[in-house]
Nanobody, 123 residues
Framework: QVQLVESGGGLVQAGGSLRLSCAAS????????MGWHRQTPGKEREFVAA????????DYTGSVKGRFTISRDDAKNTVYLQMNSLQPEDTAVYYC????????????????WGQGTQVTVSA
């Protein structure tokens, strides 16, 4: 059974930073593209960021480019999302995602999702 365990969410003021982490099993981590999605009540889940197996390719949704950075640590089987200059519109539940292709991450149709972690940005 695939498990993706997120951590690092919380409450932060606008302009602040948070770093989300997602730990996976070694097999899951080494065979899947990884990424992050987010969702607010009443809206569809949206793509935030993706990273290739090697870490050499990353992709971001436009609204977070230049503010968020996705990275992966192969030694720890963990993917990170460093979020800087957070704004109230970034408030959402953030989900770690894993998929066999980067397109699965980009189109919010991954093979696996974590349980989610709440990020709240106050004005």
């Amino acid at each position: 059974q695939v498990q993706l365990v997120e951590s690092g969410g919380g409450l932060v003021q606008a302009g602040g930073s948070l770093r989300l982490s997602c730990a996976a099993s070694r097999r899951t981590f080494r065979t899947n593209y990884m990424g992050w999605h987010r969702q607010t009540p009443g809206k569809e889940r949206e793509f935030v960021a993706a990273i290739s197996l090697s870490g050499g390719r990353t992709d971001y949704t436009g609204s977070v480019k230049g503010r968020f950075t996705i990275s992966r640590d192969d030694a720890k089987n963990t993917v990170y999302l460093q979020m800087n200059s957070l704004q109230p519109e970034d408030t959402a539940v953030y989900y770690c995602a894993a998929g066999r292709t980067i397109e699965k991450i980009q189109t919010t149709t991954p093979d696996y999702w974590g349980q989610g972690t709440q990020v709240t940005v106050s004005a």
